[in-house]
């Protein structure tokens, strides 16, 4: 597999519309290829004998906790730690724009 280099990088940047300083760019490479090689030691894990699990729900032992029913905050408890609320909702910004 070639080597992730500075075009991959700027052809990255540009698919996901992400503008970058040099110092960034620099810092994105050096990140980019510390992630690459991580990835590259797993593929010399040896997983011959591992049996794989088709649904990581298919646990043998149940590993959450109890549900345990709590009282929940009062809704202007809640509404005082939104930032901004309309009709007794909490608002977010927009998403998608129209």
Not at 5 to 14: A, F, V, Y
Not at 31 to 59: A, F, R
Request: proline share 5%; charged share 30%.
């Amino acid at each position: 597999m070639a080597r992730f280099d500075q075009n991959d990088l700027k052809k990255l940047t540009r698919l996901c519309h992400i503008e970058c300083t040099p110092e960034e760019e620099e810092r994105l490479l050096r990140n980019m290829l510390s992630i690459l090689d991580y990835i590259d030691q797993l593929h010399e894990v040896n997983t011959e004998q591992t049996l794989g699990k088709h649904n990581p729900t298919e646990c043998d032992v149940n590993v959450w906790g109890e549900d345990i029913e709590e009282p929940s905050l009062e809704r202007e408890e809640f509404l005082s730690n939104a930032p901004a609320q309309v009709g007794g909702m909490v608002r977010i910004p927009s998403v998608i724009q129209f």
